[in-house]
């Protein structure tokens, strides 16, 4: 990637900058952040899972949130990146975050996509199962 100096930016702080957006952009939906990359482990040898964005919306509702960039929309742009495996990765890690609640609030799963300068904001993008 590349920022607009012509400078190469490292794939990490682009998507540093690019939670940072989707965060600045829930805060301003009235959304409320809880955590910021959630990691669980499953084990040495199975990958666990990464939430990058847990946070409360102003009904109470626990938004597990992912966030995806693309130069573009070519092959399909960020939404369509955000497959099978890593939906059940992020379902895992919500499992796993749930845990701590003795009765869990109600939640969902969002997206923000980034493809270039346009950001979508897809909530409940997908159901847990």
């Not at 998507?15 to 990359?37: C, I, K, M």
């Not at 109470?60 to 995806?68: K, Q």
């Not at 890690?93 to 979508?120: E, K, M, N, T």
């Amino acid at each position: 990637m590349f920022n607009p100096f012509g400078r190469a930016v490292s794939t990490k702080a682009a998507g540093d900058a690019a939670e940072a957006r989707a965060l600045a952009h829930l805060q301003r939906q009235g959304l409320t952040l809880l955590e910021r990359n959630y990691r669980v482990a499953r084990g040495p040898r199975a990958r666990g899972g990464e939430v990058d964005l847990i946070l409360r919306a102003p009904d109470g509702t626990l938004v597990f949130c992912e966030v995806r960039a693309r130069r573009s929309v070519a092959q399909g742009g960020a939404a369509a990146s955000i497959g099978a495996a890593k939906q059940r990765a992020l379902v895992f890690a919500a499992q796993h975050y749930l845990q701590r609640f003795a009765a869990p609030p109600s939640c969902r799963f969002d997206v923000v996509a980034i493809d270039g300068d346009h950001l979508d904001w897809l909530p409940g993008a997908f159901d847990a199962g």
